[in-house]
Each structure stands twice: as C-alpha cells, then as structure tokens.
C-alpha cells in the first residue's frame, strides 16, 4: 500500500471527525467546505512526519483543530494555492445530512458563541474523549481541562436557558 493510499484510507475512515470540526468552526457550507480543503492540506503535509507515537485521530485531531482555530484568528484576506496534482484526489467529500442539522442548530449556535479553544474542548468532551487525551491533543494540563470543561458547561446551561426562555444579560 502506497503512502498516499494509506493516507487516504486513514482520513476517509476519520471523516467524522473532520466533519465535526469544519462544523463546529464553519459558519456556512462553503466554509465548511473550504476548512476541510484546507486540514486535508495540512494533513498530507504533515503525514510524512506522523511516526505513530499517538493514535492516528489524536494527531489528525491536534492537525485540524489547530489549523481551523489558525484560520480563525488570521481571517485571511488572500488566497492560499496548493497544486491539486500532488493532493490527494479520493478522498470522499463531507455529506451533511439535513434533518441532523436542524437539530442540532441549537447546540451549536450556543457552541459557537465559546473562544476558540473552549469550541474544541467541548468537542472534544462530546467525542467522549478521556482528559488524558484531551491533554496530548490540546496541549493543556489535566487539571486545567477539567475547570475549563466545568465552566464551559455552566456557560452554554445559560445561554440554552436564554435561548429557551428569552432571558438576557440586562
């Protein structure tokens, strides 16, 4: 198996997860589409280098947040160009199911209101992944995580509360 069939098959079979990301940090399907463009990129740069220390979705975790919170703080003006003969050309293309989306607007109208990095740790947390994990992905201690998470959680109880009931900050 080639390198790039290996690549491939590994990110096709991690797709969830680029899904979630591009949704979690893209406001509209065209951004959505464009994010995930852009980790694919990353993610085909960056794989000679993988050596297998992690689980392949930790670091293709660690590859895509960094890249979608990257490309929120710098709100580029211009446009990257990568030559599309040497990117990988099977990957399958993201599927939003419709009805799913409705349904979980609301969550992540709430989500979207957090930072950058309280987006991807509560990510993180609906992935069920351990605070072990969430440390070797983030980079953040343990313990930090864990007060974060607490907080995070108390913040959107609000803002579902004021979602719901139409309560404000007066």
């Given at each position: ?114 930072t950058e990095v309280e987006k991807a740790l509560t990510m993180l947390y609906l992935e069920d992944k351990s605070y072990a994990e969430m ?36």
């Amino acid at each position: 198996m080639s390198l790039q069939d290996d690549f491939i098959r590994l990110v096709n079979d991690n797709r969830g997860i680029l899904y979630k990301i591009c949704r979690m940090y893209g406001d509209t399907e065209p951004d959505r589409q464009d994010l995930f463009q852009e980790i694919v990129i990353q993610l085909w740069r960056s794989y000679p280098s993988f050596r297998g220390d992690s689980k392949f979705s930790t670091w293709l975790y660690r590859i895509a947040l960094n890249t979608a919170i990257s490309d929120l703080r710098k709100q580029r003006q211009h446009i990257t160009t990568v030559d599309p003969d040497r990117l990988p050309t099977q990957l399958q293309d993201i599927q939003y199911n419709t009805e799913k989306e409705e349904q979980l607007q609301s969550l992540y109208a709430a989500i979207n209101r957090l930072t950058e990095v309280e987006k991807a740790l509560t990510m993180l947390y609906l992935e069920d992944k351990s605070y072990a994990e969430m440390e070797e992905i983030l980079g953040l201690p343990q313990n930090n995580l864990r007060v974060k998470m607490n907080r995070i959680k108390e913040k959107l109880r609000k803002m579902t509360k004021e979602a719901v009931y139409g309560v404000g900050n007066a």
